[in-house]
């Protein structure tokens, strides 16, 4: 049995020596492994920088195959070069292979007896690969420790950038990192008992950072935490508002001196009230957070007028950090500001007037994220008031809003605000433009309203907005980030027509989506005026024509009679008056002949007198009738010999008086329509009718009618 056992382990081993001796053949036969880490740089010192370029990177060693590295590198302009490093882990690219200021491609390529690989491909300008030289850290003063270096980017005509501090206790062996600072980082009263490590590394504003320094090791324990505060106050994308928070940056593990225990903040109100808060680090609280290397007190400073902070620990506390918030009125915002920003960096710079640096103790340099939560998304940095220049490294979002602003501090602690601009790593097409609409109409001209789109939905600086109308007319409006509502009078506009018209944001990435409305002018009330004032006259026109046509035409036409008739009031017909009807009787009657004329010195009714016309001359013969229609002679006397009938007709013109007088009826009584139609059939016939008014067809019967 054992003898089985030993047989099958030993089986096992043998298989397993195989397989991997199998793999170790396939390993070392194969090509190498391409080289990580390529990094180039201009190495400096502390007096000048050299000339070559530098670049380095990890290999991948294989003792059973020898690889031989080799430095490939090209321009824009140029061909592939390369130098054979062999089998070292860096090589250089001497000044004459490539200029100043241009863009550069660079790859290594590991090659061995089974095959090649090659690198990642970077590609630099060689104007930003300046490396400085590590800081040297000193110690100033016995109970003071002063980190400060020599610079040599003010000989390269470049601002100092930010330096980064990491520290460890020599028992725990995990370093702390704190970035952000500016030529100095103090200690005061370091303790023997507990013993620190430090180092630093610095960099230009532009160019590679350094290597990390030396280690400086420090000790202090049993004392008081030392130094101050970093506070400052965070108002969100609104750096002038006055609903903000207290924040503050906690203790570097070196100035801590131990644990730190909580703070007192001290809030003095407008209102001339003054408290101490309290806030202990010990448990979850609600009125202090912390979060990674800062904390924030979650308390409005609304009303506030100024606040102080202080750390403390089992041993004592530092002395308070202060700040005085300016007056409400005080704050404006000039165009100080300059910067450059990408996902990964962002670099500001500003010029100070003259007057300002007067009283200037510190210059603050912040960035806020848009629409971020108290106390995140929010750093700031302090510097000297000579510097010109800040930078930040962080993770800036594309199509994101990030608030730059720039303070001053006073001498007397108080906080003036000079300068804020919104800033993107990279830009995007806006959204659509809210509350478009038209707000007022008229004939020719249109004011169109639009709400301004909310900030974290621009996606980029808006320049300006396109207006257009019916894909034509396309206006361009000047963005004004100060106006939350916008207006814009759309001009010369035909009365009464239908229009649509669009609107849209423009970025730098470009135009964003239309937002569209309708509207239809107004009619002219030139128009209105014109129909009120032309209307009446041109129908008065009309009417007058008509009338003087009919007027022209009524001796012919029966239509023009019965037409002149409709304009005037009804007139009664003679021929239902009852003189006439006696006077036919009469006329009927043989014994009327026999009656002696009377001469009347105003006779009613006496001559009728016709003039007939011949056509196209004026002949005229004078007959005398009698109301019968039969000729009379004239008298001696120059009167008309007539019948008695006159007397007979001079009663009957009383009696129609009393009968006109009592009843109207009966005297205004119309012929019929049989009636009408056999008088204007007699009008028609008559030759006379050319020569007689219309008064006496009304008023006179003509002898055809008495006869009849």
Not at 36 to 50: A, G, K, R, V
Not at 345 to 359: G, H, R
Not at 401 to 422: A, D, Q, R, W, Y
Request: with cysteine.
């Amino acid at each position: 049995m054992a003898t089985l056992r030993a047989r099958w382990l030993l089986s096992s081993l043998l298989l397993n020596l195989g397989h991997c001796f199998a793999e170790a053949v396939f390993f070392s036969s194969g090509p190498p492994g391409p080289p990580s880490n390529l990094d180039c740089f201009i190495p400096c010192d502390e007096t000048t920088c050299q000339v070559d370029i530098w670049c380095t990177w990890d290999p991948r060693l294989d003792p059973e195959n020898p690889t031989n590295y080799s430095l490939h590198w090209e321009t824009t302009n140029t061909k592939e070069a390369h130098v054979i490093s062999g089998y070292k882990s860096s090589g250089s690219i001497h000044r004459e292979h490539f200029s100043s200021h241009g863009e550069l491609h660079v790859w290594v390529e590991a090659r061995n007896q089974h095959g090649s690989s090659k690198s990642q491909k970077i590609i630099f300008n060689t104007a930003d690969i300046i490396k400085p030289p590590p800081p040297n850290i000193t110690l100033s003063h016995q109970d003071q420790l002063e980190i400060d270096w020599t610079s040599i980017c003010d000989q390269l005509q470049l601002s100092l950038g930010l330096c980064d501090v990491r520290n460890r206790t020599e028992a725990d062996q995990v370093w702390q990192l704190e970035s952000g600072f500016h030529g100095r980082y103090t200690l005061d009263k370091p303790h023997p008992r507990i013993v620190l490590e430090l180092q630093v590394r610095c960099a230009c504003n532009i160019g590679k950072t350094s290597d990390w320094s030396e280690i400086l090791r420090i000790s202090c324990d049993g004392i008081a935490p030392v130094g101050k505060l970093d506070i400052w106050r965070d108002c969100g994308i609104s750096p002038t508002g006055f609903d903000c928070i207290l924040t503050w940056k906690k203790l570097p593990v070196s100035q801590a001196c131990g644990i730190i225990l909580g703070y007192e903040v001290g809030l003095s109100f407008i209102n001339g009230t003054e408290i101490l808060v309290n806030l202990s680090t010990a448990g979850p609280s609600s009125q202090l957070v912390c979060d990674g290397m800062q904390c924030y007190l979650n308390s409005s400073l609304k009303d506030v007028l100024s606040f102080s902070v202080s750390a403390y620990n089992a041993h004592g506390a530092t002395n308070p950090s202060y700040l005085s918030i300016s007056e409400p009125g005080k704050e404006k915002n000039e165009h100080l500001i300059d910067f450059k920003m990408n996902t990964e960096n962002l670099t500001v710079s500003w010029n100070l007037p003259s007057q300002i640096s007067e009283n200037l103790s510190e210059i603050v340099l912040q960035y806020k994220k848009a629409g971020a939560l108290p106390g995140q998304e929010f750093y700031w940095i302090k510097l000297n008031k000579k510097q010109t220049t800040g930078f930040f490294k962080g993770q800036f979002n594309k199509f994101t809003p990030f608030n730059i602003s720039l303070f001053t501090i006073l001498h007397s602690g108080e906080v003036k605000h000079l300068s804020s601009v919104i800033g993107y790593s990279l830009e995007g097409t806006p959204a659509k433009v809210p509350s478009f609409k038209v707000s007022s109409i008229a004939a020719t001209q249109v004011t169109l309203f639009w709400g301004s789109i909310p900030l974290l939905k621009q996606n980029g600086i808006i320049r300006c907005y396109q207006i257009g109308v019916d894909k034509h007319n396309v206006h361009n409006v000047t963005a004004s980030p100060q106006r939350v509502n916008n207006t814009f009078e759309l001009k010369s506009l035909s009365p009464g027509q239908q229009y649509e018209v669009w609107i849209r944001a423009v970025t730098a990435a470009g135009p964003g989506e239309n937002a569209t409305t309708t509207f239809k002018t107004k009619q002219s009330e030139n128009h209105v005026i014109l129909l009120v004032v032309v209307c009446p006259v041109l129908l008065l026109t009309i009417i007058c024509c008509i009338i003087g046509i009919c007027s022209g035409c009524c001796g012919e036409k029966k239509a023009c009679r019965l037409m002149s008739l409709s304009f005037y009031d009804k007139v009664p017909d003679p021929r239902n008056s009852h003189i006439f009807e006696q006077m036919k009787n009469q006329i009927n009657d043989p014994a009327t002949w026999l009656c002696i004329p009377i001469n009347e010195p105003h006779p009613n009714i006496c001559i009728l007198e016709i003039v007939e016309m011949d056509n196209g001359a004026f002949r005229s013969s004078k007959k005398s009738y009698s109301l019968d229609g039969l000729p009379r002679s004239v008298g001696e006397d120059g009167c008309l010999e007539m019948d008695c009938q006159d007397d007979q007709k001079e009663d009957a013109v009383t009696e129609e008086c009393d009968v006109h007088t009592s009843e109207r009826d009966e005297y205004r009584k119309m012929v019929d329509s049989d009636e009408e139609k056999d008088r204007d059939d007699c009008w028609n016939s008559s030759e006379e009718d050319h020569f007689t008014s219309g008064y006496e067809k009304h008023f006179m019967p003509t002898a055809v009618e008495i006869l009849g």
